[in-house]
C-alpha cells in the first residue's frame, strides 16, 4: 500500500472510530434506567460489541470507552465518567482480542460464533465485575450487589443484538472487514 493509500485508510480508520464514539454516546443516553446505587444500564453493549466484532480490539476500546464516558458527563453521572471509559475500554478490548484469536485473517467479522460468544461472556464479566467493583467502593459492596443482574442483563442483550447485528452487516456489506485493526 503507497503512502497516499495508508493515509487515506488511516483517515477512514479516524473517523470510523469518532462515529462509532458518537454512536455509544447515543445508545448510552437514548435509553436509561436508573440503578439503586446512582448509576444507570443502557443499550451501550450493542455498539461495544458490535465494534468489537467487525473493527477489533482498538476501534472498540476507544469507541466503548469514550462513548460511555462522556455519556456519563453529558448525563449527569460524572462520577462514573472515568470508571466507564476503563471498564467499557477494557470490555470492548477483550471481546475483540478473544473473537479474533487463532484466525489466519485476523477479522473480528469473520469469527466463528462460539469465539464471539465465548468473548461476549468474557465482555460480561469484565462489565459486570467492573461495575461491581465500582459501586462497591463508592456506595458499599453490599448496595452494588443489586446492580449484577441488571449489568448481566445490559451486556448479555449487548452480546446478542452484537453478534447479530455484526455478522448481517458483514454479509451486506462484506468489503467492511478492510477497515478493522
Avoid at 50 to 74: N, R
Avoid at 79 to 90: C, E, K, N, R, Y
Avoid at 111 to 129: N, P
Avoid at 145 to 170: D, K, T, Y
Amino acid at each position: 500500500m503507497d503512502s497516499k493509500n495508508a493515509s487515506k485508510m488511516t483517515a477512514l480508520r479516524i473517523a470510523l472510530i469518532a462515529v462509532l464514539t458518537a454512536v455509544v454516546v447515543v445508545f448510552t443516553l437514548m435509553v436509561r434506567v436508573p440503578t439503586p446505587i446512582r448509576g444507570y444500564i443502557s443499550l451501550c453493549d450493542v455498539v461495544i460489541t458490535f465494534a468489537a466484532f467487525l473493527f477489533g480490539p482498538w476501534v472498540a476500546a476507544i469507541a466503548g470507552g469514550l462513548g460511555t464516558g462522556i455519556a456519563d458527563l453529558i448525563g449527569g453521572y460524572a462520577q462514573w465518567a472515568p470508571l466507564s471509559f476503563v471498564i467499557h475500554g477494557v470490555q470492548g478490548m477483550l471481546i475483540a482480542i478473544i473473537a479474533r484469536a487463532g484466525m489466519r485473517s485476523g477479522v473480528p467479522g469473520d469469527a466463528k460464533l462460539f469465539k464471539m460468544a465465548l468473548g461476549g461472556v468474557v465482555g460480561m464479566i469484565i462489565m459486570t465485575g467492573g461495575y461491581y467493583i465500582a459501586g462497591g467502593f463508592l456506595y458499599g459492596f453490599e448496595a452494588a450487589l443489586v446492580e449484577i443482574p441488571l449489568n448481566l442483563m445490559q451486556s448479555g442483550v449487548g452480546v446478542v443484538l452484537g453478534i447479530a447485528v455484526s455478522r448481517a452487516v458483514l454479509k451486506a456489506y462484506p468489503p467492511v472487514r478492510t477497515l478493522a485493526l
